[in-house]
């Protein structure tokens, strides 16, 4: 998995269990040459990562005077979570255990424009048990509660709610997925649809039937030009995609 952070910032990643052991590779800066002005992965540049000096980061201090010049990431490891402060554009990989009987392998890479400050792991096993209840009911009536459940804009007990970006455009329509409700065995989106042509359009559930599509809703389903309404799906549990 692929997490990319931002340079000189704080960023943090966060496990939903204890860490028992992890591993870093070397940090591999990237260096710029100077005829193409290209950034190149020099493994010379490699810096050997201390194994996890806990803490690196102090509170009321400044990275910048009290990192060695050399140093190209600062780390620290807590409970649960990561902290890491760059001070180098590259990319190093970490194995962390602790989850089960899987390790996880992360491979994080500075940019100076791509990069989040925080990624939040989550088990989805827990929230499982309680979506469970609800999904015991009838296929149809379990429909109608979650599409009810996003018009309504108030995720089911056991619901985790998701919100990651998503933006396409079909013929005349430009759709931007708004939030998700993963449950054991169901998920529920709401998008927002706009009508981009110059004319009325109309939307069809039948337009966004899949195996994998159990229902389609929509707030209003005829669109005069640049109008927008609600969509509503219900579908069967996919993972949610991570950030990468």
Known sequence: MT??????????????????????SAFY????????????????????????????????????????KKAPIIINVGKNNIQLYPLALGHMEFVIWGYKKFPI????????????KYYLFKDYSINKRIANKLESDSHEKIIARLTKAL????????????????????????????????????????WRVSNKSDATEKLYPEQFFNDDIYSVSFENDILNSDE????????????????D
């Open 3 to 24: 997490l990319y952070i931002p340079l000189k910032e704080y960023s943090v990643i966060e496990f939903p269990f204890e860490i028992k052991d992890k591993k870093a």
């Open 29 to 68: 800066s990237m260096v710029k040459v100077k005829k193409k002005d290209k950034k190149v992965d020099s493994k010379k540049d490699g810096v050997k990562v201390p194994r996890f000096q806990t803490p690196i980061i102090k509170k009321k201090t400044d990275p910048k005077k009290t990192v060695k």
């Open 105 to 116: 392998l992360l491979k994080i890479i500075v940019d100076n424009k791509l990069g989040e």
């Open 151 to 190: 018009y309504n804009k108030k995720p089911p007990k056991g619901y985790t709610i998701e919100s990651y970006y998503s933006k396409f455009k079909v013929k005349n329509f430009e759709f931007v997925l708004v939030q998700s409700y993963f449950g054991k065995r169901y998920i529920a989106e709401e």
């Open 228 to 243: 927008t309404t609600r969509m509503f799906i219900v579908r069967k549990f996919q993972t949610p995609p991570q950030s």
